[in-house]
């Protein structure tokens, strides 16, 4: 058995908390370990209670980067995967993490599909068909990704992103409207008969703004 000496806890923003065994430095685990697990001076620790701590501050480390990671926008379960992955935590502490935020609703594909399809609808339409490898790039069984991109009509989702780029074409001839406009929904993964349909109705559309009768 070792005996705690000192809990002292790192400088500056830093949560975690040094622990000091019989007088020497031993390891570090975060505050909220220290907490739960109620460590304090004088105690007693076991070479299995100390590996217990450690592998306790092992999860709380990989939940921590999980939630901060969750934090700026919702992610599919794969997102977050690779990135637990690529800050090295190992496999079994990253999969007991994921496990419980998908427990928590934290981490839920279904709901993650529903929200990028929506957003994409709202602030940067493109086409189901774009949509659907964008989610299956983040890893969405198909399943999942049928249900999600239901809400985008491509007709309509083709008229708004035009609208976004016409206001920049408003002075150009019809050709170059045609070619750049064209060239911009295709780039949203709109096929040849909705982009053809959309630059003629967004022309018309525009043209018939400008037009101003004279006067007598």
Known sequence: MRRITTLRTGKGRSQRVNIYLDGEFAFSLDSEVVAR?????EQSLSAEQVEALVESDQRQRCLNAATRYLSYRPR???????????????????????????????????????????????????????????LRQKGITDNIIAQ?????DDEVSAYKAALSKAHSLRRVDYEDFRRRLGEYLKRRGF???????????????????????ETK
Not at 37 to 41: D, R, S
Not at 148 to 152: F, S
Request: charged residues 35%.
């Open 148 to 152: 999600a991109v239901t809400v985008i």
């Open 76 to 134: 599919s379960e794969s997102e977050l995967r690779d990135r637990l992955r690529r800050r090295g935590f190992a496999a079994e502490v990253m999969e007991a993490v994921i496990s419980h935020l998908k427990e928590q609703g934290l981490v839920n594909d279904t709901a993650f599909a529903r929200y990028w399809a929506e957003n994409r609808e709202s602030f940067s339409p493109r086409s189901r068909w774009l949509t659907r490898a964008e």
């Open 37 to 41: 697990e109620g460590l304090q001076t």
């Open 191 to 213: 096929s040849y008969g909705v982009i053809s349909r959309t630059v003629e109705k967004v022309w018309q559309d525009q043209k018939g703004r400008d037009f101003k009768p």
